[in-house]
């Protein structure tokens, strides 16, 4: 059974940094693609990062580019998701997903994901 847990959420002024992490099981990391998406109240779900299986395979929405760094440690089963240079418009709930998907495929965030994280609150506040 896969599961993916999110963790590191929280509340923190503009200009700062989180690292948001994501525990993966029961998954397989040498064919798997992990994402990290975001939903921001009265907004559509918006995919943000996607982690492919080789380190070659990495995608960045422009709207977290320069921003966001994503790094993938397998013997954690974690992938992690630092922010920097947050600001309101990054407040949203944030989900992993998992699944087989090549990053580079096109529209590979609207792709249906077979496994979600519950999701964790991040809020950017002064």
């Known amino acids: 059974q896969v599961q993916l847990v999110e963790s590191g959420g929280g509340l923190v002024q503009p200009g700062g940094s989180l690292r948001l992490a994501c525990v993966v099981s029961?998954?397989?990391?040498?064919?798997?693609?992990i994402a990290w998406f975001r939903q921001a109240p009265g907004k559509k779900r918006e995919g943000i990062v996607c982690v492919g299986s080789t380190e070659s395979d990495i995608n960045y929405a422009d709207s977290v580019k320069g921003r966001f760094t994503a790094s993938k440690v397998k013997a954690e089963n974690t992938v992690y998701l630092e922010m920097n240079s947050l600001d309101s418009n990054d407040t949203a709930v944030y989900y992993c997903?998992?699944?087989?998907?090549?990053?580079?495929?096109?529209?590979?965030?609207?792709?249906?994901?077979?496994?979600w994280g519950q999701g964790t609150q991040v809020t950017v506040s002064s």
């Open positions: 997903a998992a699944d087989h998907w090549y990053c580079s495929a096109d529209g590979v965030w609207n792709l249906h994901w077979d496994y």
């Open positions: 029961g998954f397989s990391w040498e064919s798997g693609t």
